[in-house]
């Protein structure tokens, strides 16, 4: 069969086509390789090298700042380059490849640097190491993925295909996700034996012993970051760039304004109030619970490396129904279709407060899991319109104030998110230690009372997320169907009223 002629655009550009699509998807699958052991970090810290649980946090926080600040910092440092730079293997790569190159270069091994597994090292010397391997990481992990953002409005002008780039990087997130969190645990998780074969049992808690394998946790990092380094370098070859890049921005041009000032404003405007909220406590079901989860299944239910596909069966309705999302929320509304979520979340939490009560630990797994599959569908719809909410935030503060104020409105809300990443992980572990859980005991010597106290915790994580959802997004975020379309109406109208205007004047000009 001949070969397809390649067919070019009006710019002497190859077409856009599935190979951009693919290409777009392999470099977050790339990031992906690299982002999805941050959820491994604190358990690897406090299982395996054992750190006082109130140190971890504080570290956590520290680190936290790091990765507040370095985007922006990366972002700048892109936007002033104006190399031209060429590679001896691809060729003119221009800048943003350039950068991605060198970050996926250094998260080769940079992503293992903060496993580096020295469990009977001092105290200071495993705070020294955790903040450096974090700084570098983090720093080789931005510098590949802020311009790697930016490569959508340099693919294509076109915002069809735009569109369809952000949809296969999704696809690219998704399976750079699933992989990790089911065979990570499978992995980095061994279940122990006496030597007649039979299971090592925890006479506190009845289950099988599970040990958190250190060392191996450091390999499989070096190992996720050569397949995130192959699917970078497959996006670079392969992804053409059809838009001048001095007109695309990498970093977030940062402008003087009166923080109070604009916290104030921020602060009146309900919707952006509403989805921030609702974000904050979606981050904290998702991430700050993580670690919980991981010692609830090692320590309660003895299954650790399984605790990966749990998580995923929870979690894959809210993928399920994605097509559908465009239907829904054009017949009934953004808000409406949210607001029914985080009530199915709800139910979904109520049920986890059940399992911990019930004698038999596979009935209450299956509880657990059925109430974890609620609590994902109903997220699930929040999380498919959740920035495009966010934009209809930015229109209502042109609506009701007469300025739309992205950049204000787009940095509090991350900030808060950001807050909520940071601080969340770190009271949980603060929470932990008062529930009883001993870092020197490690995950196969915790009492039967610590146990059952992380299944209360974990219960009571998703609860609180889904708790601030429903408030966030019912009582607080005001633009149901009626108003929204009352206020894109206005603006619409207002929007021609002012070309008119402009008309008019250049007219007076002229004559």
């Known amino acids: ?41 604190q358990t690897f810290w406090l299982v ?81 190491l955790f903040i450096l391997g974090y700084i570098v990481w983090d720093a080789c992990y931005t510098i590949a993925n802020v311009p790697y953002g930016s490569m959508l409005s340099l693919i294509t002008a076109d915002s069809g295909e735009r569109a369809q780039l952000s949809t296969w990087r999704s696809v690219g997130s998704m399976v750079g996700n699933i992989f ?11 279940k122990e034996v006496n030597p007649d074969g039979t299971p090592l049992l925890n006479p506190e808690t009845g289950v099988q012993v599970e040990t958190l394998l250190g060392e191996r946790v450091f390999w499989v990092a070096l190992i996720m970051g050569i397949f ?13 760039i059809r838009v001048d890049e001095n007109t695309v921005k990498a970093g977030e041009e940062v402008q003087k304004f009166n923080v109070i000032k604009a916290f104030g404003n921020f602060m009146k405007n309900r919707p952006a109030v509403g989805v921030t909220i609702a974000a904050m406590g979606m981050f904290l079901g998702m991430q700050s619970a993580s670690t919980a989860t991981t010692i609830m299944f090692a320590t309660y239910f003895g299954m650790a490396q399984l605790s990966g596909v749990v998580t995923l069966i929870g979690f894959l309705p809210m993928f399920l129904f994605m097509p559908f999302i465009k239907k829904l929320v054009n017949k009934y509304g953004k808000k409406e279709c949210s607001v029914v979520g985080t009530i199915v979340s709800l139910v979904g939490t109520v049920i986890m407060f059940i399992f911990p009560i019930i004698a038999n630990k596979t009935v209450g797994l299956v509880i657990y899991m059925i109430g974890l599959v609620l609590y994902g569908l109903g997220m699930g719809v929040y999380s498919c319109v959740s920035w495009a909410m966010m934009g209809d935030a930015i229109d209502y503060n042109e609506w009701k104030f ?19 990443q940071g601080i969340g992980p770190s009271i949980v572990l603060l929470v932990m230690g008062a529930l009883g859980y001993v870092e020197d005991l490690g995950t196969g010597a915790q009492s039967a009372q610590t146990a059952h106290n992380m299944c209360w915790l974990v219960a009571g994580l998703y609860a609180l997320s889904a708790v601030l959802q429903f408030v966030g997004i019912a009582f607080i975020y ?34």
């Open 478 to 511: 005001n633009l149901d169907k009626k108003t929204l379309d009352k206020m894109n109406s206005d603006l619409a109208a207002n929007h021609v009223s002012a070309l008119e205007e402009v008309a008019s004047e250049e007219t007076a000009i002229e004559a």
């Open 1 to 41: 069969m001949a070969k397809k002629p390649i067919q070019y655009d009006e710019n002497g550009y190859r077409k856009f086509g599935m190979r951009d699509k693919l290409a777009y998807a392999a470099g977050d699958f790339g990031c992906n390789m690299s982002f999805a052991l941050k959820g491994t970090v």
């Open 48 to 128: 395996y090298m054992m750190m006082e649980t109130g140190l971890l946090s504080a570290l956590l926080l520290v680190v936290q700042i790091w990765d507040a600040i370095n985007d922006p910092i990366i972002g700048a440092l892109i936007d002033r380059d104006k190399g031209n730079y060429k590679n001896k293997f691809f060729g003119a790569l221009g800048k943003f490849k350039t950068y991605i190159f060198i970050g996926a270069c250094g998260l080769l091994v940079a992503g293992a640097l903060v496993f580096i597994p020295v469990p009977k090292a001092d105290v200071w010397l495993k705070a020294i």
């Open 402 to 420: 007469g300025s739309r104020e992205e950049g204000t409105v787009y940095s509090l809300h991350s900030f808060f998110r950001k807050l909520a």
């Open 180 to 190: 990790p969190m089911v065979l990570l645990p499978m992995l980095i998780w061994r």
């Open 228 to 240: 995130g380094f192959i699917a970078f370098m497959f996006m670079i070859k392969t992804a053409t």
